[in-house]
């Protein structure tokens, strides 16, 4: 089977091996395809896999391991929200997307948000001063009761304050929290 597209919009193509004879140059003809659900979900989930989230745990998983701690959720829970959604849990907007799509709402502020959002559980993203490409993320607690950092760079809140001294710069702050339904 190949997969050409996107994971909102996949189109499935059978191959079959066409050998010319040439120099044994072998040549590939496709055909599209109906695939079952469940067939799609396996095939998509591999790609996200090999695609997104092995890069992701080569790179540091400190936005999930995060989440799993603010939302109170299993990491396998929100790993198949992003797998099914195909999208990288390492993009801000990739996140908030997928969050919001789970009825959860993303409140989001610059550096002053650390402050501002006090009362609640947070992320903070840090970005490296000598590489503002690399960022990292940590969940400050309700009233900066405790901190957790994946990376355990970060071990008080404090160190966030003065995370120039650490070599880091503080970016967008985010509270999330479950939406409100109507009774």
Excluded at 75 to 84: N, P, Q, S, Y
Excluded at 86 to 101: K, N, W
């Amino acid at each position: 089977m190949w997969i050409d597209g996107t994971f909102d919009s996949p189109s499935f193509h059978s191959v079959r091996e066409v050998d010319r004879g040439e120099g044994g140059t072998v040549e590939i003809d496709t055909e599209v395809i109906e695939v079952a659900p469940a067939e799609r979900d396996a095939a998509l989930g591999m790609i996200w896999t090999w695609e997104i989230w092995e890069r992701v745990t080569a790179a540091g998983t400190c936005m999930i391991d995060s989440l799993v701690r603010m939302l109170d959720l299993p990491l396998d829970v929100l790993l198949e929200w992003f797998r099914t959604s195909g999208r990288d849990p390492s993009i801000q907007d990739h996140v908030i997307a997928t969050l919001e799509e789970r009825g959860f709402a993303v409140y989001a502020a610059g550096p002053e948000g650390f402050g501002r959002f006090r009362d609640y559980r947070r992320l903070v993203s840090m970005f490296r001063k000598n590489d503002p490409n690399k960022g990292h993320v940590v969940l400050i607690y309700e009233n900066d009761e405790g901190i957790f950092d994946a990376a355990g760079v970060f071990k008080k809140v404090s160190d966030i304050v003065f995370s120039d001294m650490l070599g880091y710069n503080r970016g967008p702050v985010w509270r999330i929290e479950k939406k409100q339904t109507a009774p």
